[in-house]
């Protein structure tokens, strides 16, 4: 009897609670199994971005003939474990390189920064909850 008390709030979570915008992180703590949806944002001109409290995935597609940057959460308690991926998309960080740079705390080893310069790559960043984005 207590697993068919169980079943429906799984599928008010699954099909409700997860399909709402998150603005906090982390909004989901747990296991998913199968796929699972996220938010894109796609920088199309310009050369300086700040990531959003809604970002997941930021593709740089601008054609803007200059480095771009992108400036980071600091990575503390309230971000931890959150992901952020980067890519290239207009093929062109090797002339016009994404920065990274966090707002506090450091990228990895104590850098203050990191820098793309190969065409087309991606970068997956997560926050230790203390004060470093690790890159994966």
């Given at each position: 009897m207590r697993f068919m008390k169980i079943i429906?709030?799984?599928v008010s979570l699954l099909f409700f609670g997860m399909s709402q915008a998150q603005t906090s992180f982390p909004p989901f703590s747990g296991?998913?199994?199968g796929a699972f949806s996220?938010?894109?944002?796609v920088i199309t001109s310009g050369t300086t971005d700040t990531v959003q409290a809604s970002d997941y995935t930021i593709s740089w597609n601008s054609s803007a003939t200059s480095s771009k940057a992108e400036s980071l959460p600091s990575c503390?308690?309230?971000n931890k474990?959150?992901?952020l991926i980067f890519k290239d998309t207009a093929n062109s960080s090797s002339i016009y390189a994404i920065i990274l740079t966090p707002i506090a705390g450091k990228i990895e080893d104590g850098v203050n920064f990191y820098i793309n310069t190969v065409n087309g790559q991606s970068i997956t960043i997560q926050c230790d909850g203390v004060s470093n984005w690790m890159v994966n």
């Amino acid at each position: 009897m207590r697993f068919m008390k169980i079943i429906p709030t799984l599928v008010s979570l699954l099909f409700f609670g997860m399909s709402q915008a998150q603005t906090s992180f982390p909004p989901f703590s747990g296991t998913i199994y199968g796929a699972f949806s996220a938010p894109v944002r796609v920088i199309t001109s310009g050369t300086t971005d700040t990531v959003q409290a809604s970002d997941y995935t930021i593709s740089w597609n601008s054609s803007a003939t200059s480095s771009k940057a992108e400036s980071l959460p600091s990575c503390s308690s309230g971000n931890k474990g959150r992901v952020l991926i980067f890519k290239d998309t207009a093929n062109s960080s090797s002339i016009y390189a994404i920065i990274l740079t966090p707002i506090a705390g450091k990228i990895e080893d104590g850098v203050n920064f990191y820098i793309n310069t190969v065409n087309g790559q991606s970068i997956t960043i997560q926050c230790d909850g203390v004060s470093n984005w690790m890159v994966n």
